[in-house]
């Protein structure tokens, strides 16, 4: 939901508002509590967060960083939405950082910067289709990984069933959600969606592949040679 989507915006660090506690009955001993025990009303306290200072060295060097974790293989997507109130037209990006969640409930999330333009847009629209690019639109990707071009000019796509977000023409498969639930995660935000409808396209075409920076295709592994039975006795 839209609600659940900008919730990201609100002030960090506001304590969630205590629910009611019943009254004690007539002639009872209410006990007091202390703060953060079981049962004690209010938020528990928050965990010590520590910042690396400036005289300190980062843990692990960005570009290192970057290096090893590009050796992981992924799919490639774009993320969709429809316009919003207020808005122009449709929204989406491309994006590498997709993965499945949970079965029951049908859970998806993927992976945004805090810095995204684009992200916002989704957001009050609450709602999202993941578009799962198949091996030939390598540079269906590249238009979307731009910031600042109308991407959707000259692109072929049809509302999702569930949202209306833009089911993009092509792609190998496709899920339709709506927001769940956005956590933040460093210099990212995690978002999760509830999918409504989903569907694949099994036409033999191969998956767009991200790995080392590059696009590319997949190739699936030749089938182990099947071993041979040990002779029988007579």
């Not at 993320?79 to 993965?99: K, L, N, R």
């Amino acid at each position: 939901m839209a609600a659940t989507a900008v919730r990201y915006l609100r002030a960090v660090g506001a304590s969630p508002t205590p629910a009611p506690q019943p009254a004690p009955a007539p002639g009872a001993h209410a006990e007091p509590r202390a703060p953060g025990a079981p049962g004690a009303p209010g938020a528990l306290p928050r965990p010590d967060l520590r910042a690396v200072r400036e005289d300190e060295r980062a843990p692990v060097d960005p570009a290192r960083f970057r290096r090893v974790l590009g050796d992981f293989a992924s799919g490639v997507t774009v993320v969709t939405a429809p316009a919003a109130d207020g808005e122009a037209g449709p929204a989406g990006f491309a994006c590498q950082s997709f993965a499945s969640l949970s079965l029951e409930p049908p859970l998806v999330s993927f992976m945004v910067g805090r810095t995204s333009t684009t992200w916002p847009r989704i957001a009050r629209a609450g709602v999202f289709c993941v578009n799962v690019l198949s091996a030939g639109q390598g540079e269906l990707c590249r238009a979307f990984a731009v910031s600042g071009a109308d991407k959707f000019a000259g692109v072929a796509h049809s509302p999702a069933p569930g949202t209306g977000s833009p089911l993009l023409a092509g792609v190998s498969a496709w899920i339709d959600c709506e927001i769940h639930a956005v956590h933040t995660g460093g210099d990212h935000l995690i978002v999760v969606g509830r999918v409504r409808a989903l569907d694949a396209v099994d036409d033999g075409t191969g998956p767009l592949v991200f790995h080392r920076g590059t696009l590319g295709t997949f190739t699936p592994a030749p089938a182990p040679a099947p071993t041979p039975s040990p002779p029988t006795r007579p």
